[in-house]
């Protein structure tokens, strides 16, 4: 009986593991229109946000892109494109580099957003560090109308999740 009992026990804690590791990660593109999606490290994403209530948003990924290249925090160059979408946010998950990238701490993980949205927006997030099995919530800005956020993590970042959009009043 005891052997029987820790079969199933066994059983259910996989099952209940295995449920915790499955990603909402895009595959086909645009997607529904959803709360949350999770995204992978080296990902420049586009999402177009839909109202759902009174102050909150949906939003759909029209496009995700893999990035080669690391970002220099230094150089701050401009990642967006020079003609944005309206009622879109542009974001760029990546890792990135202070100085010339020459000593470990000079690497980070950012995640650069621009709000094309007419509205001030706040969001929540989850992220997954890589020597980590589980997502932790993480503190985020909001971001007006029209204007660029930069997020910046020490370690690096294997997936973020994004969710809870909301008008930020």
């Known amino acids: 009986m005891k052997y029987l009992f820790l079969i199933c026990f066994s059983m259910i804690t996989s099952a209940f593991v295995q449920a915790q590791t499955t990603l909402n990660i895009p595959k086909e593109l645009p997607t529904s229109y ?18 759902n209530g009174k102050t909150g948003y949906d939003y759909k990924v029209l496009s995700i892109e893999a990035l080669e290249n690391y970002y220099s925090i230094d150089e701050n160059k401009n990642v967006f494109d020079i003609d944005p979408k309206e009622n879109t946010v542009e974001l760029f998950f990546m ?3 202070y100085n010339d990238g020459s000593k470990d701490s000079d690497w980070k993980t950012v995640l650069i957003l621009r709000n094309n949205f007419k509205k ?9 560090y890589y020597f980590k099995e589980e997502f932790e919530n993480t503190s985020i800005v909001g971001a007006y109308p029209g204007t660029n956020t930069t997020e910046i993590w020490s370690h690096k970042i294997d997936y973020i999740t994004l969710y809870d959009f909301i008008n930020f009043r």
């Open 34 to 51: 959803e709360n949350s999606f999770t995204f992978p490290l080296g990902s420049k994403i586009l999402i177009e946000l839909k109202e």
């Open 95 to 97: 890792g990135a580099y």
């Open 120 to 128: 001030h927006i706040n969001y929540k997030a989850d992220i997954k």
